[in-house]
């Protein structure tokens, strides 16, 4: 492999000269190239920009046919440029035209080139371009190769954004983004906010790229690094966060980050290269977000996104902005777009301020998305090239309820989703009323609906949607957002903070459900696995590490000394796996009476339904716990061998089908035999038209995202349950496995107007 000639520190020194010699714009780039060119020994160097209408424009290229540039151009999401711009990361490619991305563009001549190292060229998280070297010989780029690449992006990334290539652009065609988009992504979390972009990254923006001399940078990045260390600590000992579990937990993290030595080593090694403090810290940032495009495991993405956070701080730091100015300068209907975010960074906005969250990233289960979820705002996530799209201050609006994000709206959309938010007021407002009306159906059954919940954030919900209890306590989230195991201590004050705010009302603890796609990166017993939904998981993963479910019923028991504890194993799939655990707490009771603890006045013990086979158990597992509570989610998606988190089968089979109804019968009625309290707790109870078909075929208690009571409440206080019972027993009866279920309850709701 051939050498490069003088590496980033030489390169960089070149482009300062350049900078500041009187060019124009266009030799200022022609020549840049061509410097690059040479310091890589490669034999081509093209810079391609990002307009406005999504195309790549060559700008600038050594190498390629010259005459193709301005002419030759790639989609957003077209070509390997495209690839890069859309997903803001590098490729490093030995032979290019193998890959699936490669897309030949006749007019540069680029078919004799076989290596390809393309750099996106960011700004404060925004894709402007994308940088790229290319050799005819089949080599793959060298680590220092891609940094040095990486630094001279960022030069670039300046250029543009000062509007210094602005005079290259065709009359008619924008660099700057103005016109309105509409861009698709997942649901994460329903709402609809109308309002104006808050660019997560943008608020640090590195200006000052060079360094004049290495040992002050290095001193200067070590006073940022001590502020950043005491801040955390002071924000740990702030009486809000002692007080919350999860934002503690997440704090905690990023103060073992903050010692981590090889980011620290890293960050001194781009300062020795010739940076600025501030400008290393991106470019170890920009090289981390580099290497996590080869991590699959969600998780350690996570953590990714932690050191993104952590990141922004040191840069603040180093900068000298606070995050206190950031409230000041937010609008107050902001809505944030990130391409990841930290679960901390978005707990530092004010709350009351925030509209709507647009995620490039995240997963349902990433800690952003759940506490967004638990602060109530409409959340889209996935959604591709949002930040690239958006400037700070356009007018944007989020639908959560169908994944959709609408940039600089046209009025007639504005107006079609103000009215939507009108509407969703006037209903709140209507669930408000009816949350102090009993809960009971037209014709006079009492009904529990019970709230999900996880995290200390869902409290304040409990009284504010007027459920009667807490149905299903999903105790693992405390342990997802947290950098290590949580203590004892720590779990037992979010337990007891729990059911003091309960206040008497019931609250039914599920024991950690990890496993499957609940990893927790610090537990190092799991391996990878093919199938993780039916494997090492949930009960079968706690019983297999005592430790731990002691542990975590130790912290139960005493946080509900004095009071009753419901404690629910969630995956069983023998009866025995609940004798096990009975066992455990048996004996952890034993051992804090004989030290005295003040114990919980009753202790029931029950078990989540959610593996098929113990539907053939019935009679027995009914005789064997105190309640029992069906998990839909996985239940239907093992009875119907479909994964719950494949979108492509996601409404292939319906949950309200004959099949499944009757399987959800059956456990109602080995329940009434055996007088062993049944309820649901998976997302079907939190839709209107399901919950009215679960009330009808017998279930008295469910439970469900708190936003879902209001809706749920307002359709069974208008249901005649009683004729909705023959009309699903006749319909479940032996005639056809067929029957369109969802159609005949509609039929009945229309019939009976019945809010749906
Ligand atoms: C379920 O499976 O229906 C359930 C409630 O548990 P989770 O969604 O947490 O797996
Ligand atoms: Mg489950």
């Known amino acids: 492999m051939r050498d490069s000639a003088g590496g980033p520190r030489v390169l960089l020194r070149r482009l300062r000269e350049l900078m500041a010699e009187a060019l124009d714009p266009q030799e200022r780039l022609d020549h840049i190239v061509r410097e690059i060119a040479q310091n890589m020994v490669a034999e081509v160097c093209s810079l391609y920009v990002l307009r406005a209408d999504s195309m790549l424009e060559l700008y600038a290229t050594e190498g390629l046919n010259p005459g193709a540039v301005h002419l030759a151009q790639l989609r957003l999401g077209q070509g390997l440029v495209g690839t890069i711009a859309a997903s803001a990361r590098p490729l490093n490619l030995s032979d290019a035209q193998k890959h699936p991305a490669f897309t030949y563009l006749p007019e540069t001549g680029e078919e004799v080139y076989h290596s390809f190292l393309g750099v996106p060229v960011l700004r404060?998280?925004?894709?402007?371009?994308?940088?790229?070297?290319?050799?005819?010989?089949?080599?793959?780029?060298?680590?220092?190769?891609?940094?040095?690449l990486?630094?001279?992006?960022?030069?670039?990334?300046?250029?543009?954004?000062t509007g210094d290539l602005a005079r290259l652009t065709r009359p008619g065609i924008d660099l700057d983004l103005s016109r309105p988009v509409s861009m698709t992504g997942l649901p994460f979390n329903e709402g609809v906010g109308l309002g104006h972009v808050v660019l997560h990254e943008p608020r640090i923006v590195v200006t000052a790229l060079f360094n004049e001399d290495s040992e002050v940078e290095l001193e200067r990045l070590e006073t940022a690094l001590d502020s950043l260390r005491l801040s955390i600590d002071d924000m740990l000992s702030r009486r809000d966060v002692a007080f919350e579990g999860e934002h503690r937990a997440v704090l905690e993290a990023y103060r073992m980050f903050a010692n981590d030595r090889g980011w620290v080593r890293r960050l001194q090694e781009a300062i020795h290269n010739g940076l600025t403090a501030e400008a290393a810290v991106e470019k170890v940032q920009s090289d981390m977000r580099a290497r996590m495009m080869h991590m699959t495991d969600p998780y350690l993405r996570e953590r990714m996104s932690d050191f993104d956070d952590l990141?922004?701080?040191?840069?603040?730091?180093?900068?000298?902005?606070?995050?206190?100015?950031?409230?000041e300068i937010l609008p107050k209907d902001a809505i944030i777009v990130a391409r990841s975010m930290g679960a901390a960074e978005l707990l530092d906005y004010p709350r009351q301020k925030l509209r709507g969250l647009v995620l490039e990233e995240g997963a349902p289960t990433s800690h952003i998305v759940i506490v967004a979820r638990a602060i109530g705002l409409p959340t889209v996530g996935q959604v591709k090239g949002a930040v690239s799209m958006s400037e700070n201050g356009d007018a944007i609006i989020v639908d959560g309820e169908d994944g959709q994000v609408h940039l600089r709206p046209q009025a007639d959309v504005e107006?079609?989703?103000?009215?939507?938010v009108r509407f969703r007021a006037r209903r709140q407002k209507l669930y408000q009323e009816l949350r102090d009306r009993p809960t009971e159906t037209k014709d006079g059954t009492p009904v529990d609906l019970m709230m999900n919940a996880g995290l200390a954030v869902d409290l304040p919900q409990l009284a504010q949607s007027g459920a009667a209890g807490i149905g299903l306590f999903r105790t693992e989230l405390q342990f997802m957002v947290a950098a290590a195991f949580p203590r004892v201590e720590a779990q037992e004050r979010l337990y007891r903070e729990v059911l003091d705010a309960a206040d008497g009302k019931s609250v039914t603890f599920r024991t950690i459900d990890i496993g499957g796609d609940k990893v927790l990166p610090y537990f190092k017993g799991a391996q990878h696995e093919e199938n993780p939904a039916l494997g090492w998981r949930a009960i079968r993963l706690t019983l297999d590490r005592p430790g731990l479910l002691r542990t975590q019923i130790r912290a139960l028991l005493k946080a509900a000394g004095g009071r009753e504890l419901r404690m629910m194993l969630p995956m069983v799939t023998e009866v025995s796996e609940v004798r096990q655990a009975r066992e455990i707490v048996d004996r952890e009771v034993r051992h804090l009476s004989r030290f005295g603890y003040l114990l919980p006045t009753r202790l029931k013990l029950g078990a989540m339904i959610e593996v098929p086979s113990l539907l053939w158990q019935l009679e027995e597992l009914m005789q064997t716990v105190d309640f029992v509570s069906v998990g839909s989610n996985d239940l239907f998606q093992f009875v119907t061998a479909t994964d719950r988190g494949n979108t492509r089968i996601a409404d292939r089979f319906d949950p309200l089908s004959v099949p499944f109804m009757r399987i959800l019968r059956q456990?109602?009625?080995?329940?009434?035999?055996?007088?062993?309290?049944?309820?649901?707790?998976?997302?079907?109870?939190?839709?209107?038209i399901s919950a009215m078909a679960l009330l009808g075929i017998g279930f008295r208690s469910i439970s469900m995202a708190p936003a879902a009571i209001g809706p749920v409440k307002a359709m069974l206080c208008e249901l005649p349950l009683s004729d909705l019972a023959i009309?699903?027993?006749?319909?479940?009866?032996?005639?056809s496995a067929s029957t369109d279920i969802r159609a005949l309850l509609r039929d009945f709701a229309n019939r009976h107007t019945v809010a749906l």
């Open 727 to 735: 009309v699903m027993e006749e319909a479940l009866a032996n005639h």
């Open 311 to 327: 990141a922004n701080r040191l840069l603040r730091q180093l900068m000298g902005r606070g995050a206190d100015a950031l409230a």
């Open 415 to 420: 107006e079609a989703y103000a009215e939507k």
């Open 667 to 688: 456990i109602v009625r080995a329940g009434d035999e055996h007088g062993t309290p049944v309820t649901l707790c998976g997302e079907l109870a939190g839709r209107p």
């Open 124 to 148: 404060a998280g925004r894709t402007l371009g994308v940088l790229v070297v290319q050799n005819r010989t089949m080599r793959h780029y060298r680590e220092d190769e891609v940094e040095a």
């Open 150 to 161: 990486e630094t001279v992006a960022m030069v670039i990334a300046e250029m543009i954004a």
